[in-house]
């Protein structure tokens, strides 16, 4: 995109100044740029190539394990029929020895045959993990190019800065691109936020389900479970200390991100003190209790479950949301690149352009200048072609009356 060049005739002299004195230095480092804009591509189409490489070693080796499973088989077989001599015998006295001659010729082609297929598999691998060998070397070399196109582009958006961030009441233009990218960068910034706390979250809310799920379903045991005290106390303790954990992982899920809704609090303390006094009086309403308890943690199991989709929903969005806040984040960065590159090119013109008109006009003025100096007023003296004494000489005038 070119710039508004009538904008570019109202810059400062220090900003003027600043482009001229690091134009070398951007054109530098744009050819440098331009010499490795095939390489994200190249890097991109390698990997692919690399994973495709992979799973036919995957395969081939997989071929090799079967291919050596029948080779095996086969060697097995050939080295009973070659060392059998009652069997040969018996064929012999049976006045079969063609047949065992034949059967002999077709375990030694069923043995060749598999250990040609396994040896040409063999091959391939080799050829394989060669290939992978140089593609990895490869690789490592474009991502290095890859790494040095980023540090090429962070030298090009310093230097712009030191130009341009002094400059923008200058160029409207400059001023509206990098507004434009700036709330592209908050986007981008929220986008990326919102997707690392629902992913960590998520990470958390799993087991904090299964938690949930494992004391609710112990809880539903217990309810129909009264034989035994020690066995009761038993599963109450595992009902508590299953609540005591989802609670220790939800109080996590939720510092990691304020958008999981809050759950009611589960009876852990009451749990633990009804296993604390089974034995006693006060143990007649247990069957009550029981069922209390389990309604409660049945209720908060149930938001979990709730919660856990909505935060894997919350996922996916912020994943698209994020991809699209990327799209437009480079948009922005390479218009607003683009402009300062064009400003530069384009001061960096009108600025050698003056200078040929300048030294044109010169060598014009000189050139005037030494035709007036020649000039006057009189003639220039007549020089003859030739000597005088060299001229002809007239004859006599000679009267018409004298004769």
């Known amino acids: 995109m070119e710039p508004h060049l009538e904008n570019l005739h109202m810059l400062s002299g220090r900003t003027l100044q600043l482009i001229l004195s690091n134009a070398q230095s951007h054109s530098a480092l744009q050819e440098r740029l331009q010499d490795l804009r095939d390489v994200p591509s190249q890097l991109e189409e390698h990997e692919l190539y690399l994973a495709d490489l992979g799973r036919s070693l995957k395969n081939t080796k997989r071929n090799i394990a079967q291919y050596r499973k029948i080779t095996e088989r086969e060697r097995e077989e050939h080295r009973d029929l070659s060392e059998s001599t009652m069997r040969r015998l018996a064929y012999k006295m049976a006045r079969r020895e063609v047949d065992w001659e034949t059967k002999k010729e077709t375990k030694n082609r069923k043995y060749t045959e598999a250990f040609e297929e396994e040896m040409t ?11 992978i060998g140089d593609a990895e070397r490869l690789k490592s070399e474009l991502v290095e190019k890859k790494d040095r196109i980023k540090s090429i582009q962070a030298e090009i958006e310093d230097l712009h800065k030191r130009v341009f961030d002094g400059a923008r009441q200058e160029l409207p233009r400059d001023r509206q691109l990098s507004q434009r990218l700036k709330s592209a960068q908050s986007v981008h910034y929220a986008a990326r936020s919102r997707l690392k706390s629902n ?3 998520l990470s958390v809310l799993s087991p904090a389900a299964e938690k949930i799920r494992d ?3 112990q809880a539903g045991f217990l309810e129909l479970q009264f034989d035994g005290n020690g066995e009761r106390r038993k ?3 595992e009902i508590a ?7 220790d992982l939800f109080r996590r899920a939720q510092s990691a991100c304020s958008e999981i809704a809050d759950v009611p609090r589960l009876p852990t303390r009451d749990i633990y003190r009804t296993a604390e006094y089974l034995d006693s009086s006060t143990t007649a309403g247990l069957r009550a209790d029981v069922a209390k308890y389990r309604k409660e943690i049945t209720h908060v199991r149930h938001l979990i479950e709730s919660e856990l989709r909505d935060t894997t929903r919350r996922v996916e969005t ?7 806040a990327s799209k437009v984040l480079t948009s922005c960065t390479t218009e607003l ?3 300062r ?3 530069f090119e384009s001061i960096v013109a009108s600025a050698t352009g003056s200078i040929m008109d300048e030294l044109q006009e010169t060598s014009s003025t000189i050139g005037e200048i030494g035709l007036r100096n020649q000039s006057h007023d009189s003639l220039p003296s007549y020089i003859t072609t030739r000597p005088l004494s060299e001229t002809e000489t007239l004859p006599s005038y000679h009267s018409l009356t004298e004769s």
Do not use: I, M
């Open 337 to 339: 690149q683009e402009y």
């Open 318 to 324: 912020a994943k698209e949301d994020l991809a699209e």
């Open 199 to 201: 992913s960590v979250a």
């Open 215 to 217: 004391s609710s379903r």
């Open 121 to 131: 598999e063999r091959q391939s691998q080799q050829v394989l993990e060669a290939s």
């Open 341 to 343: 590159r064009a400003v």
């Open 235 to 237: 599963n109450l303790n």
């Open 241 to 247: 200390r299953r609540a005591s954990e989802f609670e």
